[in-house]
Nanobody, 119 residues
């Protein structure tokens, strides 16, 4: 029902900034968010946003550096990443929650975009 596509990943140097985009189909009124999966690790939470209110939440590891935002007119969501470090290297996924729980235990997922930060 909801399809998502990430873009904007790439190779950057430590300290650089990068903005990821997530284009989705239709209108979203539930939670949306960004997750990432580093090599050899499980997929983990990065940030989420309430589509209707704009309320945001972040993982401790990215708080103060990353910023999630939305644009309903463009059916898009963004993740602005500042002061990137090697530990941020991962495949980044956008997600749209199906049930309003904030846990994304039931969600639609994009295919991911690779972010590589040189050390």
């Amino acid at each position: 029902q909801v399809q998502l596509a990430e873009s904007g990943g790439g190779l950057v140097q430590a300290g650089d900034s990068l903005t990821l985009s997530c284009k989705f189909s239709g209108r979203s009124s539930s939670n949306m968010g960004w997750f990432r999966q580093a090599p050899g690790k499980e997929r983990g939470f990065v940030a989420r946003i309430s589509w209707s209110s704009g309320w945001t939440s972040y993982a401790d590891s990215v708080k103060g550096r990353f910023s999630i935002s939305r644009d309903s007119a463009k059916s898009s969501m963004y993740l602005r990443m500042n002061n990137l470090s090697h530990e941020d290297t991962a495949v980044y996924y956008c997600a749209a929650e199906i049930r309003q729980t904030g846990t994304f235990e039931a969600a639609y997922w994009g295919q991911g975009t690779q972010v590589t930060v040189a050390s």
